[in-house]
């Protein structure tokens, strides 16, 4: 798995601080699953994810995780 | 420059009398705005007299533009892929960003507008990360601004860089209200933060944005490596102007940006410069725009709404995002502060 802020592995490192900006102010910018660069749309009231390889992630199926 | 000496222990300076003291009678009584020595004198006040200093600057702003607050919403129509290299962007494509290039679709945008003007925002700002609006991009905000204004109640307002006389001409007929070109810092640091045009350039685009009959919306981020002599100056630059609103905006040290190094704006610094430039604009409209969830988070808003600002963006920003709007919301009705009604703005 990957970190879904800076794409480095979420088993190596330390993620706090991405974890935070993704908490307080960053939509995810890489995909979890594999790293790639994803293009996000932002929009007032949420956001949209996709990867090339493993589709679209949405603000509001992230926010009932 | 200054010449009065500053006791820094108190702030206060003996030639001309306390800076605040100064302040409440030019700024409050008299509606005039601080020269470019007196902000730099507020900005050096110490961390003992910031209360106060946000004390003033509210009762500056209720006494010159009253308690309604001014709620925007903006929305990224063109993403990344910016050929300047403005050092605190995340969207240019100079740099090895995270942010990749997005359109934002007809009805994506409309939409948007919509829950804007849901919460009661009388402003919604189309944005798109260019040097300039080319062809395609000028026909897609003429179908967007008349899609918005056809369907949705509320102020449309665009940023989309450096424009032509043709170009300001022609936002103008279609009805845009407000245009957004932010100056970002002052003058004398302006060439630390962007090389790929000039703070001139800027200038030029807001004179004719002004001249057209649009209001002219300006600001700039704060932590940019300025100094507090260039904070001043670039307050009472912005006063020059005459803006009709002022976004203030704090860094996000993004990745992959030149300034990604560079450490998060600290609260107590951030505030004191809302109530210098609230004191240098005592009748502009100030408005919290992006970086203020990471540099002020949920009490530092409060206390910045209660020291000279009177707009707010709500919801995401272009491409961070901003506090759940509800919070924003709640806050201003504990404030007791009403929000601006559309029939006002006009």
Wanted: with cysteine.
């Amino acid at each position: 798995m990957f970190c879904s802020f800076c794409g480095g592995e979420t088993a190596s490192g330390d993620h706090e601080r991405c974890r935070a900006r993704l908490s307080l102010i960053d939509p995810p910018r890489y995909c979890a699953e594999c790293a790639r660069k994803m293009v996000v749309q932002v929009d007032p009231m949420g956001w949209t994810a996709r990867c090339s390889r493993h589709g679209e992630r949405t603000s509001a199926e992230a926010a009932q995780r | 420059m200054t010449t009065a000496s500053t006791d820094t222990a108190t702030g206060t300076t003996g030639e001309r009398g306390d800076i605040l003291a100064v302040a409440r009678e030019q700024v409050l009584e008299r509606g005039e705005g601080l020269s470019e020595a007196q902000v730099l004198e507020v900005l050096q006040l110490p961390a003992e007299r910031l209360t106060e200093a946000l004390a003033l600057a509210h009762e500056v702003r209720m006494r010159w533009c009253g308690p309604d607050v001014e709620v925007e919403g903006i929305v990224s129509l063109k993403t990344g892929g910016c050929p300047e290299d403005c050092h605190f962007c995340s969207q240019s494509g100079l740099f090895d960003s995270p942010v990749r290039a997005a359109w934002l679709d007809k009805d994506r945008l409309v939409e948007a507008a919509k829950q804007t003007a849901k919460t009661g925002a009388t402003e919604f700002c189309i944005v798109a990360a260019v040097r300039g609006p080319d062809e395609k991009l000028m026909e897609q905000i003429r179908v967007g601004v008349a899609a918005i204004r056809a369907e949705v109640d509320i102020n449309v307002a665009c940023s989309l860089g450096m424009l032509t006389q043709d170009q300001v001409d022609r936002l103008a007929a279609m009805g845009v209200h407000r245009y957004n070109h932010n100056l970002e810092t002052a003058r004398s640091h302006f060439p630390e933060v962007v090389t790929t045009h000039t703070w001139e350039e800027r200038w030029e685009t807001l004179q004719m944005v002004r001249a057209a009959g649009m209001e002219v919306c300006c600001g700039g981020i704060v932590g940019m490596g300025e100094s507090l002599a260039q904070r001043a100056e670039f307050a009472v630059q912005l006063a020059e102007l005459e803006p009709d609103e002022v976004p203030m905006n704090f860094l996000i040290p993004n990745p992959g940006t030149p300034f990604a190094h560079l450490d998060v704006p600290q609260g107590p610094d951030a505030l004191l410069t809302i109530a210098a430039f609230r004191l240098a604009m005592p009748k502009t409209v100030l408005r919290f725009a992006g970086g203020r969830e990471l540099t002020l988070g949920d009490l530092g808003a409060e206390q910045g709404m209660l020291g000279g600002i009177n707009a707010i963006i709500v919801g995401n920003y272009l491409t961070n995002l901003g506090r759940p709007v509800e919070q924003d919301l709640e806050m201003l009705e504990t404030l007791k502060m009403p929000i601006k009604a559309l029939n006002d703005t006009l």
